[in-house]
């Protein structure tokens, strides 16, 4: 891969004031990419990695929106557009859980899931694409019209209980990412998916911040160690670049073998 494959590119990645999003922002910069750094409910967050970015000499600007409203996602695009042009990458990776067992789970829960992690994907991926389309094709800058990553989970194929929520907007993603591909490949838009396992982020410390918690959760990971954000961060610049322009409609997992239900590795 090239030093900088993502150089002269324009990016918008959501979620990205912490945890895997701010991994994938700072990874982004230095492939070479400008960066829209979504933030929510975080401003001081989001200009923190801007921050960073432009420190490394890289471009970007913080955007505050809530991705599961039209007009927030507008607020986006047209920040991509003002400040650098245009945009050639999504990276659809806002989300939040709403845990609760299935019969204690509120339509509240539900829908805050659901909301951000599914229907807020989806606004932002129809936004990119509309968008693509107008500023057509651009071989010097890429090889593809433009690029929509979902950051999606391991539990879209891995029922979780407790989580029905988080397991049906996940494997709403999953269908809603192959869905495109299939309808905007012709056009050279290509859309895929990457599906962190165990990752360490703040919002799941309580899973691995204890000797006793990591031993736990390594019995689930056949490769023996947690991921960590640069794990994603990693593979997302690769699916992003022109040395992936053939990749379409795919997951990538990246879970340390997770998804392989290790608790049958013994014949069950």
């Not at 750094?37 to 970015?53: F, P």
């Not at 890429?142 to 907007?169: C, D, E, M, T």
Request: aromatic fraction near 6%; charged fraction near 20%.
């Amino acid at each position: 891969m090239k030093p900088r494959p993502l150089e002269g590119q324009r990016a918008v990645v959501t979620g990205a004031s912490s945890g895997i999003g701010r991994a994938i922002a700072l990874a982004f910069a230095e492939a070479g990419a400008a960066v829209v750094v979504n933030h929510h409910s975080d401003a001081e967050a989001g200009e923190a990695v801007t921050k960073d970015i432009l420190s490394m000499e890289g471009r970007a600007v913080s955007v505050g929106a809530d991705v599961s409203r039209p007009r927030d996602v507008l607020k986006l695009f047209d920040a991509a557009d003002a400040h650098f042009g245009g945009v050639d990458i999504l990276v659809a990776n806002a989300g939040a859980q709403a845990d609760a067992p299935f019969l204690e789970m509120t339509l509240e829960d539900w829908r805050k899931v659901i909301d951000l992690d599914l229907t807020g994907a989806f606004l932002c991926a129809q936004e990119a694409a509309r968008r693509f389309r107008r500023q057509g094709l651009e071989p010097n800058r890429s090889a593809a019209l433009g690029k929509v990553l979902f950051v999606s989970s391991v539990h879209q194929r891995i029922p979780w209980a407790g989580r029905a929520n988080y397991a049906a907007a996940k494997g709403g993603v999953k269908l809603l990412m192959e869905s495109m591909a299939q309808e905007l490949s012709g056009e050279k838009i290509r859309v895929n998916a990457i599906a962190p396992g165990a990752i360490k982020t703040p919002i799941n410390a309580e899973a691995w911040d204890t000797p006793a918690a990591a031993r736990k959760l390594l019995k689930l990971i056949p490769y023996g160690r947690i991921g960590e954000v640069e794990d994603i961060a990693a593979s997302a610049v690769w699916l992003a670049s022109d040395q992936a322009d053939y990749v379409v409609g795919t997951t990538l997992f990246v879970d340390g073998g997770m998804s392989l239900y290790p608790s049958f590795a013994d014949g069950g």
